[in-house]
Structure formats: structure tokens, C-alpha cells
């Protein structure tokens, strides 16, 4: 009985921690996103180099297989840096369709390829989870046809991974498709629009008769932004600490006056059981697979309500400041702001949830 | 991180089971009611010795002092308590646990041998004697004096909130022995027999209808002055080391994740208008954010016991259990009662009262516990302090009148 990260597993988040501490500043985040770019090359570098895309493909793939855990170390490490670097389609969703319901052919061209960063994907999901839209992507002869709203990751992508009813997915090249850039509130992550008109495809031939894949991917992508959360909030709570420690007020730190002590003190007792359930959740995906889908409904949910709780308190710690753009401080409460909708709402997830249980 | 217990924990649960199966009819509750107060006091003590016998109760506690005398294990003490509960039987107690500790970690030798083993083997019973009217969160300002009188302490004063005080044998009480000194370094450790002539318990009714508490008042009650535990001017200190153990007490996700359970169970039985209350989306969505709470606090005491288990302090994970976990607590009641709408309104025995009552009984009571044994308030301040570092509230000069 171990519940805790291994040596290997702390070493892995630092690393990552301490690259993006470096190498993906707020500075360079403004400076990336002024555009509405929302990839930056010299992270995508980087980040490869440290084998991040590769954290779940096998290794005669050119991947490190380390698991799910790992993943989600990583994804709290970005979230907590605000990063822009597509990491929880391109590095874990698709590596997992691909890996458990791709054919040899599609594992061999497009694995080794995502390890080394030459090609990232956009996930087109919206059809099997909070579909708005009245023109439903339907398949047939091998072509596509339909709109896809808010698809993650989906401007700088060299393909698309497209999800119909039935839970079967398909591959597309983006060039073969109508793409709009959609403008969230957080520019660290692309949304877009993208409409199909008897595009060519490539089903991943695992997911035909067996919806429990896309399902799986789901649960998966749906943690990894839970962690994601986690790591977005733990800045904003540390930042907080931090500003309450330093700034004064009637000749004190604000820190000491219970009413700004509290607020951090709340903050962190909702935020530190989060950490338990990501961890939870993430190793469950390998170790007791028969608990995931559950657990990582809640944690999508929980994240998502905590991590509000967190944005806003964080926010209110600083005073005026945390409502300046000069702070910066909103990148994070934004970021946090656009991961509780994707993949499933909280009360969408928690309902799932119910029906999981049997109630 | 694995969750799986290794082959030698494995036997140990497994030796605990058979123990269990084959002892577990002589348990008190499990042996019928048609017994004498008397016979069911010998029961409940004949249980004790038995677990403390086979390392299953007072584990960590010295042979000599009546202990199991076993290698403290964080895993076992988890195992024994999952055991019990999943058996749904009576587990075994280590004496009191804020008195028993704290008199092993700074008792004399013989006042080890005087007050240990007839606690462990459930003969001496105590009561907390702390909080005082006027001292509550800021306890270290109590009044309660004792003074030397000859070869004795004389205490005048008044303790609150001091649960089982009616039923106690002893208890273990602050008192102010240095009024010139600094308050904290002012106070004293006593222990004494509740029978000592001078002391007055009188029932304190809470809003439970429920007399779960006590006031205790002294007037010149007399003891020796060798029944003080540490020395004169240092009971804060040894106090500090009690609720250290108390504290870890308030808030325990199991029973947070049993009361899920119960909720559950009472909102697919109930019907409103003709639906049942579990598929009115309202009360549902509410359910399941408890749920996901629970879980969170769950997986965090795993990170606790692993903490614990290499011997490290479990900092943040542990200093918050108190705050969540009666909080939830007392949310998981409220959703019941709001659910049940005027029937979650029903108390004394009232006609269609549900679950006896339990709900709003656990819904007062754990407002109770929010503010007991360190508010809700103090909590932040530990957390705020001691887990993140902020300053603390600067002193005020006395105020001079």
C-alpha cells in the first residue's frame, strides 16, 4: 500500500516544471498568444526533446510508455505554466485511440511521428459530448460530412480526430476541411470551428462496434484536464500566498489579517484532496481500469468546481491588481474558466457519474 | 504507488479475520441485551483483554503498562479499524486517546503504573477537563487557580463542554497554577478523581435536546501535589501534546464515505409528488458533488496513511481532515433534510419520523463538531500559518483600563 509518487515519477514533474519555469514565462505566453497563435515552436522543441508527446506510446514507437500517472504529472506541470503546447490531444487521446484502435499501419506512420512533434492532431469530439449543432457528422463511403463545434487544438493541427454518434472515429487531414478560429476566453488553447463536406477519412478500426474506446478516451482526456486544473489553481493559490506575504496594508502584510488568511486557507483545503483524486484517477487508468470512468467523472467535476473557487478567491487576494491585465493572473483564472467546459460540463460529467452507479 | 498490500499485510488481515470470526459472538452488542448493566460492563471489559491479548487493541502501548506492546505500523492500525468496521464490530480502545499518550510521553514511572493499565483495561475512565467560560479558542487565557496548600493543590473554578463528566472516574484538567507568570507558562496538568469532595457536575443541554456535555465546578477540591503530570508551570505544553491526538480524530473520511451510503439508500426510497427524490435532478447534481468531495478526501487519507507508514509528517494532506471532513459531514446531513422537505423537519419521536431521527440529530451535532475541538475558524489559522507560512496576527499591547 503506496499512495504517493514514486522518485521517478517527482523527477519527471520537476523537470518539466523547472523547463517551463524557464522556458514558458508569462512573458513569452503574451507574447505567443498576442496573435491568437496558440502554439509556440520553441516549447514544441523543447518539450520533445524532454520526450513529453511520447509519454504514453510504446517504445517501439519512439514513445517512453510511462502511463497515465505520468501524463497527468505533465499535464498539471502545463496547466500550472499556462502553457500553450497541445498536450492532451496530441500526447495522450490520440496516442490512445491510436495505440489500442488503430490498425498496424496507422500505429506505424503516426506514432513515431507525434514523438517527434511533426505532427499534432485536433480532437473533434463534440458529437458524442455536448453536440450544438443540428447537422450531425455522418460517415459515409469513407467520407465525412457534417460541422464539428469546438474542436480542441484545432488550428496549427496537421490532422483531426473526428468522433460520429456511434462512438467510431475517424482520421482527416485538416487542409480537407472548412476550418473557423473560434476566440475563447483563454488564448493559451485553440477552439475551432471546422465543417466537413464529404471529406476523406481513415476510420480507426478498432472504435467500429465498440464505442468503449472513444468512451475510455474520453475518461482519459477528461483527467488529463482535471490535471490540468490542478496544476492552473496551484499557481493561483501559491501566487497568493505569495502577494498576501508581501503586500501591506494599515502597516501589515494582508496575510496577517484573518479575513485574506482565511481566504488562502480555504483555497488550499479545497485544493489539496484534488491532488489525491487526480493521482487517483490517473493511476486507475492502468491499475483498476474498472474504477476510471467513475472517478474520472469526478475528478473533471470536482477540478472544475474547485478550481473556479480557486480563480476567484486567488483573484480577489490580489485586490485591484488581480484584475489588471499587468498582473497577468487572469491567464490562469481563464484557463481554468475554458477546462471546465471541455469534454463534459460539471453537471454533464457528474450525471454520468449517477448513471455509472446505477442510480 | 500501488495500491495492493504486500504479502505480509495480506496474512495480517487475514489472521485478523479468522480472530474475527471465531471470536467475534463475544463482543458486546454481538451477545444479546438480556444482560445486567454489570454483565454487560464485564463483557465489554472480558473484549478488551481479549484484543489487547492478540495486538488488536492499545497496540503500540508497552507490555509492562498493559499494552499489546507492538512496533507502532500505521498499515496494521489502518487494517484493524477497516476489519472491525467491515465485521461491523465493536473495536477495542487504547485507554482515552488524548489522556493515555500523553501520560506514556511525559508521566512519571509510577504515575504510568497508577493511571495505564486500569484505563487501558476500561476500569478508569476521564474526562477532559480544558475549556473554561471565559477561555475558549484562546484556552490558553484560563482562570481556573489551583494553589498549594501543604502537601496539596486547592482548585476553585469552572470547566465547560467536558463530555462524559457525569460518568468519568477521572479527569485530566487544566489549571492556572502560576497567576504572576506569562499565560502560557502559568498552567498545570492535574489528574484526580472525579469523586474528590468540591466538584459539582451539572448537565449542559444542547441544541440536540441531548446532554452530551457537562459544566464541572471546583470548590477547593484538594489534590496531592504529585498527581500533576510534567512540572509546575508546563501543563500548556503537555496539553499540546493531548490535542495533537485528539485532533486527529475529527473528520474521518470512513465515516464520511458510510454516511454516502446512507444518503443514498434514503433517496431511492423516498418518493415526493410520486418521484423518487434520487431522479429530481436537483438533489441528484447535489448528491454526486458530495460524492466527489468524499472521494477526494478519501484518496487524500491514503495519501496521509502512506505518509505515515515511511514515517514522514503528512503536513497540508493531514492539517485540513478537521476543517473538510465535518464540514462534509454536515452537508451530507443537510441533504438529506432538504430532500426530505417537512418530513427532514420531524425529531422526538415525532409519527413518520425517518432513520430515528438520525439526520437532524447528525445536522446539529456536526455543527457541533465544526466548532468543537478547534473551530472551524482556528483551523484556517493553523492552515494559513503552519501549512502556508502567512504571518501571524500581531499581538495587541494590553489594553490598559
Given at each position: 500500500?503506496?499512495?504517493?509518487?514514486?522518485?521517478?515519477?517527482?523527477?519527471?514533474?520537476?523537470?518539466?516544471?523547472?523547463?517551463?519555469?524557464?522556458?514558458?514565462?508569462?512573458?513569452?505566453?503574451?507574447?505567443?498568444?498576442?496573435?491568437?497563435?496558440?502554439?509556440?515552436?520553441?516549447?514544441?522543441?523543447?518539450?520533445?526533446?524532454?520526450?513529453?508527446?511520447?509519454?504514453?506510446?510504446?517504445?517501439?514507437?519512439?514513445?517512453?510508455?510511462?502511463?497515465?500517472?505520468?501524463?497527468?504529472?505533465?499535464?498539471?506541470?502545463?496547466?500550472?505554466?499556462?502553457?500553450?503546447?497541445?498536450?492532451?490531444?496530441?500526447?495522450?487521446?490520440?496516442?490512445?485511440?491510436?495505440?489500442?484502435?488503430?490498425?498496424?499501419?496507422?500505429?506505424?506512420?503516426?506514432?513515431?511521428k507525434i514523438t517527434t512533434g511533426e505532427i499534432q492532431f485536433g480532437i473533434a469530439f463534440t458529437e458524442s459530448i455536448g453536440r450544438r449543432v443540428t447537422n450531425p457528422t455522418q460517415a459515409n463511403d469513407g467520407r465525412l460530412s457534417g460541422e464539428q463545434t469546438f474542436v480542441i487544438d484545432g488550428s496549427d493541427c496537421e490532422l483531426i480526430l473526428i468522433s460520429t454518434e456511434g462512438g467510431e472515429v475517424f482520421v482527416v487531414e485538416s487542409p480537407a476541411v472548412e476550418r473557423e478560429e473560434l476566440k475563447s476566453i483563454d488564448r493559451t488553447r485553440s477552439l475551432t470551428r471546422v465543417k466537413l463536406d464529404n471529406t476523406p477519412c481513415e476510420v480507426l478500426p478498432g472504435t467500429v462496434d465498440d464505442p468503449t474506446l472513444l468512451s475510455h478516451a474520453l475518461d482519459i482526456g477528461r483527467i488529463m484536464i482535471a490535471a490540468d486544473t490542478l496544476g492552473a489553481a496551484q499557481t493561483m493559490l501559491d501566487k497568493s500566498v505569495e502577494y498576501a506575504g508581501e503586500r501591506k496594508q494599515f502597516n501589515r502584510v494582508i496575510g496577517s489579517f484573518q479575513a485574506v488568511k482565511h481566504m488562502c486557507a480555504e483555497m488550499a483545503a479545497e485544493l489539496e484532496p484534488c491532488r489525491s483524486l487526480v493521482w487517483y484517477a490517473a493511476h486507475s487508468v492502468l491499475?483498476?481500469?474498472?474504477?476510471?470512468?467513475?472517478?474520472?467523472?469526478?475528478?473533471k467535476a470536482h477540478l472544475a468546481e474547485v478550481g473556479q473557487f480557486v480563480a476567484r478567491k486567488s483573484t480577489e487576494v490580489h485586490g485591484g491588481m488581480g484584475f489588471t491585465d499587468l498582473l497577468g493572473l487572469h491567464y490562469w483564472f481563464k484557463r481554468i474558466g475554458l477546462n471546465r467546459q471541455l469534454l463534459g460540463t460539471p453537471d454533464q460529467v457528474r450525471e454520468e457519474a449517477a448513471q455509472a452507479q446505477g442510480w | 504507488m500501488d495500491l495492493e498490500y504486500s504479502a505480509e499485510y495480506e496474512q495480517y488481515r487475514q489472521d485478523l479475520r479468522k480472530f474475527l470470526d471465531e471470536n467475534k459472538h463475544r463482543s458486546p452488542g454481538m451477545v444479546g441485551t438480556a444482560f445486567t448493566g454489570e454483565e454487560r460492563e464485564k463483557i465489554a471489559r472480558d473484549w478488551q483483554a481479549l484484543l489487547i491479548e492478540n495486538g488488536y487493541a492499545a497496540r503500540t502501548i508497552p507490555k509492562e503498562y498493559g499494552g499489546a506492546g507492538q512496533e507502532p505500523d500505521p498499515l496494521k492500525a489502518h487494517i484493524i479499524a477497516e476489519e472491525f468496521a467491515r465485521y461491523r464490530v465493536r473495536p477495542g480502545h487504547s485507554g482515552d486517546n488524548r489522556l493515555v499518550p500523553t501520560v506514556l510521553d511525559l508521566g512519571t514511572e509510577e504515575q504510568k503504573r497508577w493511571l495505564v493499565p486500569p484505563t487501558l483495561r476500561g476500569e478508569m475512565t476521564w474526562c477532559q477537563g480544558y475549556s473554561e467560560p471565559q477561555s475558549g479558542s484562546d484556552l490558553a487565557s484560563l482562570s481556573t487557580r489551583a494553589h498549594v496548600d501543604g502537601d496539596d493543590f486547592v482548585i476553585n473554578g469552572q470547566k465547560i463542554w467536558t463530555s462524559g463528566a457525569q460518568r468519568a472516574d477521572m479527569i485530566f484538567c487544566l489549571v492556572r497554577t502560576e497567576p504572576e507568570a506569562p499565560k502560557h507558562q502559568g498552567i498545570s496538568y492535574l489528574v484526580f478523581s472525579m469523586k474528590t469532595p468540591g466538584i459539582d457536575v451539572r448537565p449542559l443541554v444542547t441544541m440536540t435536546g441531548e446532554a452530551t456535555f457537562n459544566e464541572?465546578?471546583?470548590?477547593?477540591?484538594?489534590?496531592?501535589?504529585?498527581?500533576?503530570?510534567?512540572?509546575?508551570?508546563?501543563?500548556?505544553?503537555?496539553?499540546?501534546?493531548?490535542?495533537?491526538?485528539?485532533?486527529?480524530?475529527?473528520?474521518?473520511?470512513?465515516?464520511?464515505?458510510?454516511?454516502?451510503?446512507?444518503?443514498?439508500?434514503?433517496?431511492?426510497?423516498?418518493t415526493v409528488d410520486?418521484?423518487?427524490?434520487?431522479?429530481?435532478?436537483?438533489?441528484?447534481?447535489?448528491?454526486?458533488?458530495?460524492?466527489?468531495?468524499?472521494?477526494?478526501?478519501?484518496?487524500?487519507?491514503?495519501?496521509?496513511?502512506?505518509?505515515?507508514?515511511?514515517?514522514?509528517?503528512?503536513?497540508?494532506?493531514?492539517?485540513?481532515?478537521?476543517?473538510?471532513?465535518?464540514?462534509?459531514?454536515?452537508?451530507?446531513?443537510?441533504?438529506?433534510?432538504?430532500?426530505?422537505?417537512?418530513?427532514?423537519?420531524?425529531?422526538?419521536?415525532?409519527?413518520?419520523?425517518?432513520?430515528?431521527?438520525?439526520?437532524?440529530?447528525?445536522?446539529?451535532?456536526?455543527?457541533?463538531?465544526?466548532?468543537?475541538?478547534?473551530t472551524a475558524q482556528i483551523q484556517k489559522n493553523i492552515i494559513g500559518e503552519r501549512a502556508l507560512g502567512l504571518p501571524k496576527e500581531p499581538k495587541y499591547a494590553e489594553v490598559s483600563s
Open positions: 500500500m503506496d499512495f504517493a509518487l514514486s522518485e521517478e515519477q517527482q523527477f519527471l514533474q520537476s523537470t518539466v516544471s523547472d523547463y517551463l519555469a524557464a522556458n514558458c514565462t508569462l512573458d513569452r505566453v503574451r507574447d505567443c498568444v498576442k496573435d491568437f497563435q496558440t502554439t509556440d515552436p520553441n516549447l514544441t522543441e523543447g518539450l520533445v526533446a524532454l520526450g513529453v508527446p511520447g509519454v504514453v506510446i510504446p517504445e517501439e514507437f519512439g514513445g517512453t510508455e510511462l502511463g497515465y500517472l505520468e501524463a497527468a504529472l505533465i499535464a498539471e506541470a502545463l496547466g500550472g505554466s499556462i502553457a500553450p503546447f497541445p498536450f492532451i490531444g496530441t500526447s495522450v487521446i490520440a496516442p490512445y485511440l491510436i495505440t489500442h484502435a488503430g490498425s498496424d499501419e496507422q500505429r506505424a506512420s503516426l506514432l513515431p491499475a483498476i481500469p474498472s474504477e476510471t470512468h467513475l472517478v474520472a467523472c469526478h475528478a | 464541572v465546578f471546583f470548590t477547593d477540591v484538594r489534590v496531592p501535589t504529585t498527581q500533576i503530570i510534567g512540572k509546575r508551570g508546563e501543563g500548556w505544553f503537555v496539553a499540546n501534546n493531548t490535542l495533537k491526538y485528539e485532533r486527529e480524530g475529527l473528520g474521518d473520511p470512513n465515516q464520511a464515505e458510510s454516511r454516502l451510503r446512507e444518503v443514498v439508500a434514503i433517496l431511492e426510497r423516498e410520486g418521484q423518487r427524490i434520487m431522479d429530481n435532478p436537483v438533489y441528484r447534481d447535489r448528491l454526486l458533488r458530495l460524492q466527489g468531495q468524499v472521494l477526494a478526501m478519501k484518496y487524500n487519507s491514503m495519501r496521509i496513511l502512506t505518509s505515515r507508514s515511511k514515517g514522514e509528517e503528512p503536513g497540508l494532506p493531514r492539517w485540513i481532515v478537521k476543517l473538510q471532513g465535518c464540514e462534509l459531514n454536515h452537508q451530507l446531513a443537510g441533504l438529506v433534510i432538504d430532500a426530505l422537505g417537512e418530513l427532514g423537519t420531524l425529531y422526538y419521536n415525532s409519527p413518520l419520523l425517518r432513520d430515528r431521527g438520525m439526520w437532524q440529530q447528525r445536522y446539529m451535532m456536526d455543527l457541533g463538531l465544526i466548532i468543537g475541538g478547534g
